[in-house]
């Protein structure tokens, strides 16, 4: 099982910057030296479907939603276990649930399922 964490959502401008957290843990594995995890962000707006925002690979490729692209940045902890998704110039639209989702790995071969945290609220005014 995979568990993660998100955190940094919050109420800001238009205008405005975030950065959000998403810690991943898992148990009931054998023990890897080499773990790592694929880690993505998806966002919910009320009444619309999940979307994707934003992905950083275990191999440290990153891709980005066009609805994004030029404002958000993904980036991984050293620990390889948290990704952060800075988002500036943020727009009433970029309002919604942020979802983490994340499977694990050891070494290149995958040993999860994707997993899904419980969101993080992000609220933009204008």
């Known amino acids: 099982q995979v568990r993660l964490v998100e955190s940094g959502g919050g109420s800001v401008q238009a205008g405005g910057s975030l950065r959000l957290s998403c810690a991943a843990s898992?148990?009931?594995?054998?023990?890897?030296?080499?773990?790592?995890?694929?880690m993505s962000w998806y966002r919910q707006a009320p009444g619309k479907e999940r979307e994707f925002v934003s992905a950083l690979d275990s191999e440290g490729i990153t891709s980005y939603a066009d609805s994004v692209k030029g404002r958000a940045t993904i980036s991984q902890a050293n620990a390889k276990n948290t990704v952060y998704l800075q988002m500036n110039s943020l727009k009433p639209e970029d309002t919604a649930m942020y979802y983490c989702?994340?499977?694990?790995?050891?070494?290149?071969?995958?040993?999860?399922?994707?997993?899904w945290g419980q969101g993080t609220q992000v609220t933009v005014s204008s």
């Open positions: 989702k994340a499977r694990a790995l050891c070494g290149r071969v995958i040993v999860s399922d994707y997993y």
């Open positions: 898992a148990s009931g594995f054998p023990y890897c030296s080499r773990a790592s995890y694929d």
